[in-house]
């Protein structure tokens, strides 16, 4: 959190800034894309108004992607959040699926799986309020059936209610 200049405040709520940055010296548009879908998840999960002329800046700094990037960043980001005492309507778990040549669906591909073996990849978004519900957040890439993405969309949900559990445990441990 940090104080606003008064030209840059909203009266009524927090101002959220979120910034990815890159290990390169540009951002592509990938990059901003990724900049502006965790800005809308995060933004629509943060208690805005407990928080007038405040701002909350988030910086995404990946040194390296193995793969499920995407995914990666908005688990941090919630857990980030949550530690550093930002009051959230829930928490948000991610993961990202692919279906591979052969039809399996792998959770948490390598980048090697998503570039050699992927037909399709998913990452997919869950609240834990709604998890048996709709997702938050989808991007997916590729060809798929809207039977394969079904599929992806409920190996995906059991995946984050596992992880959303680990979470819930770490953090009352804490």
Not at 8 to 27: D, G, K, N, R, S
Not at 34 to 52: D, N, Q, T
Request: net charge negative.
């Amino acid at each position: 959190m940090s104080k606003l200049n008064s030209d840059q405040e909203q009266e009524q709520q927090v101002t959220f800034l979120l910034i990815v940055y890159t290990t390169i010296f540009f951002l592509d548009t990938g990059d901003r894309w990724m900049e502006f879908a965790l800005k809308s998840i995060f933004e629509s999960e943060i208690l805005v108004y407990m928080h007038p002329r405040t701002r909350f800046k988030l910086n995404f700094q990946p040194i390296s992607d193995d793969g499920s990037l995407e995914s990666a960043a908005i688990n941090s980001g919630c857990i980030a959040l949550i530690n550093a005492g930002v009051p959230l309507s829930t928490m948000i778990c991610a993961t990202t699926v692919i279906v591979t040549t052969n039809g399996d669906i792998l959770v948490d591909p390598t980048a090697e799986e998503l570039l050699n073996n992927a037909v399709s990849s998913h990452t997919i978004a869950f609240s834990k309020t709604n998890i048996d519900s709709s997702p938050v957040y989808i991007n997916s890439k590729g060809k798929f059936t809207r039977e394969k993405y079904q599929e992806c969309e409920s190996v995906s949900r059991e995946a984050c209610k596992k992880i959303l559990k680990f979470l819930e445990s770490t953090l009352e441990s804490n």
